[in-house]
């Protein structure tokens, strides 16, 4: 009996410590939040730990007085994707560990600087936009239009789903905004990437449940043995 019950234990630990891997963020700074800016925010920023800068530059934001001042989606932080100093439209990338044929969820929050409407810098479209890529394809593309779309001031939380196709997955956010001297971009916070959970079979689910019945009852018995 102790045997089984010892093997039932361990089936079930496994099953957990399965499920709590599944939800293990790959991302590496995803809030933004590594090695902040001295003074709260930087304009033109050409490095950001844990992702690299591939084109343009972006800002690294937040609400503290003297910056942005738009508070976060996840943290203190956020990325306008559409940097400073007429730069153009900023890249970022991160290239993630993962498993060829498993399927994982991205997900992020998206906003739209509307900074535009109440400041004298330069700015190219009251929509603001960018594109998400895995690997070298294009994964999905997400705007906003100031004005217009009743979310665009607001934080989003953005997700969709994919499939890796070897051990290592490049993800990548290109901003779409940067003509005309634009300083004003699509905003980002709050990156993951996470395993997608599997559907349990139904006889991972039956073991998992006796599992925890003969724990039970083993603990019963210990405590009014």
């Not at 003074?39 to 730990?49: D, F, K, N």
């Not at 349990?200 to 724990?215: D, N, Y």
């Amino acid at each position: 009996m102790n045997t089984f019950v010892r093997a039932i234990g361990i089936s079930a630990a496994m099953y957990v410590a399965s499920a709590a891997t599944t939800h293990a963020n790959l991302v590496t700074n995803g809030s933004f939040e590594a090695s902040p800016p001295v003074r709260g925010c930087a304009a033109g920023a050409t490095s950001l730990p844990g992702w690299a800068v591939s084109a343009g530059n972006i800002d690294i934001d937040s609400a503290i007085p003297g910056c942005g001042g738009i508070a976060a989606a996840d943290g203190s932080y956020w990325v306008d994707l559409t940097g400073s100093f007429g730069a153009g439209a900023g890249h970022i990338y991160q290239d993630l560990a993962t498993e060829a044929g498993a399927q994982y969820q991205l997900s992020f929050y998206f906003r739209a600087n509307d900074q535009f409407t109440s400041l004298s810098y330069g700015n190219d479209s009251a929509t603001k936009a960018f594109e998400v890529w895995l690997d070298s394809a294009l994964a999905g593309t997400f705007s906003r239009t100031v004005g217009v779309d009743p979310l665009a001031s607001t934080w989003t939380l953005e997700s969709l789903l994919f499939t890796a196709a070897g051990p290592t997955t490049r993800l990548a956010f290109w901003s779409l905004n940067g003509a005309n001297g634009s300083v004003f971009g699509p905003m980002l916070d709050g990156v993951s990437v996470e395993r997608a959970p599997s559907v349990p079979e139904p006889g991972s689910l039956a073991l998992l449940g006796l599992g925890l019945a003969v724990l039970g009852l083993a603990r019963r018995r210990k405590t009014h043995g």
